[in-house]
């Protein structure tokens, strides 16, 4: 079975400041990493993911995330957030191999304060 | 990029009556598509994986007499709310997906269903 750990709920950070939204995944099989941004009352859109290859990743609105096999994370960062980063942020996991299906994190709430 | 789109964005219905929610890919042809509840403050729960031209596959504690689904062509998918009640408010979202191992869900906008 898979699950996602998102380990902070709430991550209030200033105007221009570096953040890092943690993410932590147990699986028994490989699997791909996503993060996806929830705007209020939207749907969600992804923000990068990882398949293979290089473990950083670049993804949009200056988003990068590295996946840690070892510590088996996929922690988001951004080194300057702007007021329009303030969104509900998931990360997600999919198994490798068979099936398509979504397992999400319980969401982090990142708030940035002008 | 993919879009997805849902019909409708939000509705209102009275309790015991039916409410069918609809999910469409439109640039692409979605072998798979998935339904989620997502109740405030939290994270997305997956209900049902549904792929074109077969019955749905339902999550564990997901009622399939009440949540009917509907996967006819290879770009629509319906959820059908029956005999909805006060508890069935939420924000429903869909999402898509072409064949293929490591393509990306596409995910449509959200219905909020609120049951008086």
């Known amino acids: 079975a898979q699950s996602v750990t998102q380990l902070d709920s709430q991550v209030p950070v200033f105007e221009e400041a570096p953040v890092e939204l943690r993410c932590n995944y147990s699986s028994s099989v490989s699997v791909y990493l996503f993060w996806y941004v929830q705007y209020p009352n939207q749907g969600l859109q992804l923000l990068l993911k990882?398949?293979?290859?290089?473990?950083l990743v670049k993804g949009i609105n200056g988003f990068e995330a590295e996946f840690n096999k070892s510590q088996t994370s996929f922690h988001l960062r951004k080194p300057s957030v702007h007021i329009s980063d303030t969104a509900e942020y998931f990360c997600a996991v999919r198994r490798r191999g068979t099936g398509n299906q979504f397992y999400f994190g319980t969401g982090t709430s990142l708030t940035v304060i002008p | 990029g993919a879009v997805v789109s849902q019909h409708p964005s939000w509705v209102i219905c009275k309790s015991g009556t039916s409410v069918k929610i609809e999910c469409r890919s439109l640039?692409?042809?979605?072998?798979?598509m998935f339904w989620y509840r997502q109740f405030p403050k939290q994270s997305l729960m997956l209900m049902a994986t549904s792929n074109e031209g077969s019955k749905a596959t339902y999550e564990q504690g997901v009622e399939k007499d009440k949540f009917l689904i509907n996967h006819a062509s290879l770009t629509l998918s319906t959820l059908t709310v029956t005999s909805a009640h006060p508890e069935d408010s939420s924000f429903y979202i869909c999402?898509?997906?072409?064949?293929?191992?490591?393509?990306?869900?596409?995910f449509g906008p959200g219905t909020r269903l609120t049951v008086l």
């Open positions: 640039d692409f042809q979605a072998t798979t």
């Open positions: 999402s898509a997906s072409t064949s293929g191992p490591t393509d990306t869900q596409y």
């Open positions: 990882y398949l293979s290859g290089s473990t």
